[in-house]
């Protein structure tokens, strides 16, 4: 017969008792496998010693005994070869509460044999334990048994006392599982040394204090002094935090609120750490604590976080002061370096527009800049400048550069000669950091029309004629700051009523992948197509300017005759 989970192997009627003759044998067929780290039980046909195998009634008698039973408890019948040897044991009967590695429990171990579900089990002590109860009729109590289970490709050491008692021809055997309490402990060791923090326990009445490994580490203490008493405690505590850390202890130990306190201590190393306690008294029946349980936590490292983070949100705020005090200075200074018009000028007979569009948010000035004014004998003065860099330092440089140009311009020095001297003021500069500079300069004759321009390493103006747009050819001339023998030529163009003309800095050209030379062929097609329409400066600073995509100042003076 065939044993199941829910019915053991029993002999046929009249095989006898436990202790009766050998009934005939059968084939023995193949038994489960482990494999992949799982534990399979097959049922199967074994070779049993019928009179080894209890009556129905004795079968049914024992798995009543089990169910009155707590904890795990199985009982064992052999299943014998055709020598008479005991091949394996099949679980027979178990009580309710039985629990193997592989998560059974209950009936529902009854059927399985030991060596199908737990084949490693083979040779060991306890097999040979089982096989000694079954010969002497004495009780197998070893050492605690380990077994490795695989699940989910894992390897897992349990540990189990086992005991085991002959019983009709069968064994009980009974276990208890030893590593449960011991991997919770490992968890909370884990747990401490995460949150660095440690339990303890005052015991009030026999003056006993208890310490986890972990507080010995929080306090740099040395286990083998034992935890430190509530006398020493203070003496380690620094003095400003003594009284505040005492009152939450005489509320502790006198009203019995329980506690949440930071203080620092001095390690004996000299190093100061800010600990946290926790606590709270168990009192007696009159109300008067006889125990007080909680845990330490070393919050050194937070706090040193908060401080690091304190100090960079103080420079931030310095920092952002710094920025404050540097936008009401270039708010200040606008209006007397680059006052910028609120409608067109009208100088010599031009029609001039301005846009300055600095890159850096909130300064309303840069490194770019421009003049427009009209001189003593009655001709224009246009400039646009580009000083390299950004800010205030820029800033500095650009109006020496302005106010010099213009000064020299109004005495009626020639154009070329006047950026000469800028390239020498530049040159001789003491601070290099921003000593270079683009610059294009022109003088407008009203009565012959024609513009007089030079230019220091800076893009050709723009001439819109006609519904045509095309660069003006430059004139030698190198960047400011550059060499001490620059030369500068200059060049003439006779303006027509009707003519547009665009002085720019290259931030108005200029995109991230993009060559300078497309971006110059892309603003004359776009003036073009623009061609003479009302308020031309800002039809093409809208068609041709991405804010997102700028890396540089713009400034832009646009003339028409």
Known sequence: MTGSR????VPEPGSGGFGGAAAPSRTVGEGSVFSSGRYVARRQSAV????????VLTASAVQQVLDGLSGSAIFLVPRRGADGGVEDFRIAAASPDALDVGGRRGKELVGLGVLETYPSVLGTDLWRGYLGV???GVRYEGEPFEYEEVLAGIPRLSRFAVRATPCQGGLIVSWVRLDGDEREQRRLEVMQRLGNMGWANWDLVRDVITWSEQVYDIFARDPSLGPMSLEELPRHVLAEDLPALGDEVRRLLGDGRSIDHTFRVTTPRGEVRHLRIVAEAEADAHGS???VHGFFQDLTAVKRTQEQLLERERAALAQQETLTTERALAARLQHALLPLPQQSLRLSGLTVDV????????LNVGGDWYSAIELPDGSALLVVGDVAGHGLDAVATMAQLRFTAKGMAITGTPLATILSRLNTLLWHSADRAYSTAT?????????????TWVQAGHLPPLLLRDGEARYLPSPHGVLLGATTSPRYDSSAVRLLPGDHLLFFTDGLVEAPGVLLDDGLDRLARTVAELGDGPRPLDAVLEAFVDPPARRDDICVLHVGV
Do not use: F, H, K, N
Request: proline share 15%; charged share 25%; net charge negative.
């Open 355 to 362: 846009a300055y569009q600095p890159l850096q948010q909130g």
């Open 134 to 136: 079954l010969t002497d």
């Open 6 to 9: 829910d019915e053991p192997d």
């Open 48 to 55: 049993v010693d019928a009179d080894a195998c209890p009556p």
């Open 439 to 451: 610059m294009i300069m022109g003088r407008y004759e009203p009565t012959s029309g024609i513009l």
């Open 289 to 291: 604590p006889v125990e």
